[in-house]
């Protein structure tokens, strides 16, 4: 029997191969990200469901939300279960993120300053069945530890977010994806994403995006001119010039209290 025509073998092999000079197809579950110019750079259009997306960031938490929130609330609304922060840097703004769609109800805020205690509850959260999706800030965590958790997440399909420093860029990591997130120095209105590892060719320019979607910005807009009235009804303002202050509160500061417009109000 003669062996295959080689024109004929490669024809036959190529249709199954991926070449690097082209987007990848997912090869499992994906999320679809909520932003139509991050969900086009992406394998398969949306982040990898049991695999580990890793976020590089100059300030911890920074557009973090912004990021992920979208994909959030899809996978609590699919999996009924909770979205696990562990070691976020600080308590996340209940009013903001229930008027973007993810309740407060629906996170569990695991708290450690310990590296290895971080890991292991990020570890036991995967395993867990009722878990939505995992986000965990592990600025120390090392290669064989995060392969551990990508194999995690793999056996237990679970959406997997580990925030990282910029400076992890420059060493290996067995993420799926990798990007980096950073504010844009010419418009603080937008954010830029650099896509440093995915199933695809390097990415030249940076994906840019929104810093708020447009109902939170009608909605800080409606509070802030809200506010801004009331205070030149008081006297307090001079008429043309806008309130540049700021309020931060707990989660359960708002519990019972004032509209919507006045929760989202602490986010501006």
């Known amino acids: 029997m003669g062996l295959p025509f080689l024109d004929s073998f490669s024809a036959a092999a190529g249709r199954g191969v991926w070449h690097a000079d082209e987007l990848g197809l997912a ?21 990898p469901v049991g695999a580990m997306t890793e976020l590089l960031q100059g300030t911890p938490e920074a557009h973090v939300w912004r990021l992920l929130l979208p994909a959030l609330g899809q996978a609590v609304q699919a ?27 629906a996170l569990m ?19 867990c069945a009722d878990v939505a999706a ?16 990508q194999l995690a997440a793999a056996q237990h399909e679970v959406l997997l977010f580990v925030c ?11 993420a799926r994806l990798r990007l980096q997130v950073e504010g844009c120095a010419a418009d603080s209105s937008q954010i830029e994403l650099r896509i ?6 390097p990415l030249a320019a940076p994906v840019m995006l ?3 979607n447009e109902r939170m910005a009608a909605l800080l807009a409606a509070a802030r001119l809200r506010r801004k009235l009331r205070l030149q009804q008081q006297g307090t303002v001079p008429v043309g010039e806008a309130s540049s202050s700021a309020t931060v ?6 519990k019972g209290n004032g509209n919507a417009l006045d929760r989202i109000a602490v986010v501006a």
């Open 27 to 47: 090869d499992a579950q994906v999320v679809a990200t909520g932003h139509a110019a991050l969900d086009a750079e992406l394998p398969g259009g949306g982040w």
């Open 79 to 105: 999996r009924g279960g909770p979205v696990v922060l562990i070691g976020a840097p600080y308590e996340p703004c209940g009013p903001s993120l229930a008027a973007q769609g993810l309740p407060v109800e």
């Open 109 to 127: 805020w695991v708290r450690s300053e310990a590296a290895a205690a971080r890991l292991w509850a990020c570890e036991q959260a995967l395993r």
């Open 134 to 149: 995992v986000l965990a800030w592990l600025p120390q965590a090392r290669v064989g530890e995060l392969r551990r958790l």
């Open 164 to 174: 990282r420093p910029e400076s992890a860029a420059q060493g290996a990591s067995p």
């Open 196 to 201: 440093l590892k995915r199933r695809g060719p």
């Open 210 to 212: 929104p810093a708020r």
């Open 249 to 254: 509160v707990r989660i359960d500061a708002w």
